[in-house]
T-cell receptor
């Protein structure tokens, strides 16, 4: 069965600190997709990144980076030099080839000035 | 501007009343979804639709109903049969219902039952 675990419920950091959000997933499929979404206080989820199961290359986009490791079933998200605007709830999600997307419970990130 | 609109932003309902949440998209997406979000929990799928005039139940469809008469619209009705309807409801769409496609979300409707 599909499952996404985000063990960190809340994280609080001071601006300019680096922070890593953990995501561990379970799936029996060999073809699957992993996502990260950001939910700012306004409520609307915003897509950040997608990774397919055949591409373990890490990705960097500005201050954001993602580490995908199939050996540990993890897809962790790191924010470098965090800013107050990064404060939000971040969701990791898993989707298999048949479409259904499962979301983790989310990690609430507080970045203090 | 392309996107998804949901209305109203806040909705109050008395127990025993049905209420309909609106969701409209102008992204020309085939697939649309309704999710429910409760505090400290992830999103749970209520219903989804892959094409006009067709929709399927998600994980928590009991007490909800939907329609998909137009490609751009996917309203959700919360019926009196839904035992605990107070929650944040999010509508989303994607190009197709493939696991590959990311979803685009609306701003949500916060429903409170009085």
């Amino acid at each position: 069965a599909q499952k996404v675990t985000q063990a960190q419920t809340e994280i609080s950091v001071v601006e300019k600190e680096d922070v890593t959000l953990d995501c561990v997933y379970e799936t029996r499929d060999t073809t699957y997709y992993l996502f990260w979404y950001k939910q700012p206080p306004s409520g609307e989820l915003v897509f950040l990144i997608r990774r397919n199961s055949f591409d373990e290359q890490n990705e960097i986009s500005g201050r954001y980076s993602w580490n995908f490791q199939k050996s540990t079933s993890s897809f962790n998200f790191t924010i470098t030099a965090s800013q107050v605007v990064d404060s939000a709830v971040y969701f990791c999600a898993l989707s298999e080839a048949d479409f259904k997307t499962i979301f983790g419970a989310g990690t609430r990130l507080f970045v203090k000035a | 501007d392309g996107g998804i609109t949901q209305s109203p932003k806040y909705l109050f309902r008395k127990e025993g009343q049905n209420v309909t949440l609106s969701c409209e998209q102008n992204l020309n997406h085939d697939a649309m979804y309704w999710y429910r979000q409760d505090p400290g929990q992830g999103l749970r799928l209520i219903y989804y639709s892959q094409i006009v005039n067709d929709f399927q139940k998600g994980d928590i469809a009991e007490g909800y109903s939907v329609s998909r008469e137009k490609k751009e619209s996917f309203p959700l009705t919360v019926t009196s049969a839904q035992k605990n309807p107070t929650a944040f409801y999010l509508c989303a769409s994607s190009h197709r219902t493939s696991g590959l496609n990311e979803q685009f979300f609306g701003p949500g409707t916060r429903l409170t039952v009085l």
